[in-house]
């Protein structure tokens, strides 16, 4: 569906700045039979709202299509992540006094990663997943979870059966939805009168400085910044009263929302939003100058890797998330540079991956065939990655890391 009018404001002064083609939907991993099955490709468009200066995509791909078909990804694949949530459960539940009559609801949750922390702190989770297999695994180890898309009927269901929360948690989560002014209207249903709704999403100047593109995909409708959230939120008596910053997935923001006058508000709200207009981040210069770079970084990838090609290496692909499956696709790069791609995760193991149609193995593939260099596609666990490759590493194998810039170690 393509999008005419602005996600937050409903302006229809769009201006689109980068375009990365069409691809498919980049969790779509594909079961070998479907590989004799057309593939659709969907356009990828960035585009900012004139208005409100959102940025966001300009075609919206249906949910059912990215998120009920057969879902791969899992949060707890890597230590760093889960590391993460536990910290970030551990940090709410202090700053919130949360204690065990809160209940915590967790939007898009996944595998549960982040509710196992706030339920071994004693408090009451419940996971909302529409994603039926993830939601499966969730359920088993012990997360309650309903396997179903966030919606009225979903919190009359949670009210009826539970409580009101204390706390909503949307993690990578609210950048995802189409229909925010739906979303938030459920969120506010859901909370009691002092809940807190805190957002966690990749932070869209992290983005533009660090050319991080390739977390641009169909999945990520929307591309986070504070000044056109402090606007939006406030149509619905709702306020912005903290944000923190976190280094998770290249730089991440945490975003702390509650009904207006119901918590202090902090300095940090205006310095942000201060400094968004300040930096000329969203100017068109700006952007203008951002997807020249996108342009030059894609040649520069291709001429290294066709370089290292041509003096007969052998190189393959390290981790197969999402934002990897931008960067093939974008850049065009498949079977004729890149002999497979390897994962720790079992949903993505025998499958092959969207658009270029790798072969996807397990990561011990990498030594059985004397691959000399790995393209490390989940370069925001980079460190992690590569020091649970140090057999790779003492046999002599490299790893190229992709962003911002193609470099060796």
Request: glycine share 6%.
């Amino acid at each position: 569906m393509n999008v005419q009018h602005c996600r937050l404001c409903h302006c229809d002064d769009l201006w689109p700045f980068l375009d990365l083609g069409f691809t498919p939907p980049a969790d779509d991993f594909l079961k070998e039979a479907r590989l004799r099955e057309p593939e659709i490709h969907y356009p990828l468009q960035v585009v900012r709202c004139n208005e409100c200066n959102f940025i966001q995509l300009d075609y919206v791909v249906a949910p059912d299509i990215l998120y009920q078909n057969d879902y791969p990804y899992e949060s707890s694949t890597t230590q760093t992540g889960r590391d993460h949530f536990n910290d970030f459960a551990a940090s709410a539940a202090k700053r919130f006094s949360l204690d065990s009559s809160s209940l915590v609801v967790d939007i898009g949750s996944n595998v549960g990663v982040l509710l196992g922390g706030f339920k071994r702190l004693g408090m009451q989770v419940l996971g909302v997943e529409p994603a039926k297999n993830i939601a499966e695994i969730a359920i088993q180890s012990g997360i309650p979870t309903l396997a179903e898309f966030f919606s009225e009927q979903a919190v009359e269901k949670i009210v009826g059966d539970h409580q009101k929360a204390q706390v909503v948690t949307t993690s990578n989560v609210f950048a995802h939805v189409d229909d925010l002014d739906t979303f938030v209207g459920n969120v506010l249903n859901l909370l009691d009168d002092d809940g807190v709704f805190i957002i966690e999403a990749p932070y869209l100047l992290h983005l533009l400085d660090n050319l991080e593109y390739d977390t641009i995909y169909h999945e990520h409708l929307s591309y986070i910044s504070i000044e056109p959230l402090v606007r939006f939120f406030g149509k619905y008596g709702m306020e912005i009263f903290d944000i923190s910053q976190v280094e998770i997935h290249g730089g991440s923001i945490r975003i702390f929302v509650g009904r207006e006058g119901r918590h202090e508000a902090t300095s940090r709200v205006q310095e942000h939003v201060r400094f968004e207009k300040e930096s000329g981040a969203l100017s068109d210069e700006n952007l203008t100058k951002f997807s020249r770079r996108v342009q030059k970084h894609r040649n520069d990838l291709v001429w290294l890797l066709k370089s290292l090609k041509r003096d007969g290496k052998r190189i393959a692909a390290i981790s197969a998330p999402a934002k990897g499956m931008t960067l093939l696709n974008y850049c065009k790069i498949g079977k004729e540079t890149l002999e497979f791609v390897t994962e720790k995760s079992s949903l993505k193991i025998g499958r092959y991956t969207p658009g270029s149609h790798l072969s996807v193995f397990d990561d011990s593939k990498l030594l059985e065939e004397n691959i000399d260099y790995a393209l490390l596609l989940a370069w925001n666990f980079k460190d992690e990655i590569i020091k649970n490759s140090s057999e790779f590493r003492n046999n002599g194998g490299k790893f190229i890391i992709p962003i911002p810039e193609p470099i060796i170690v």
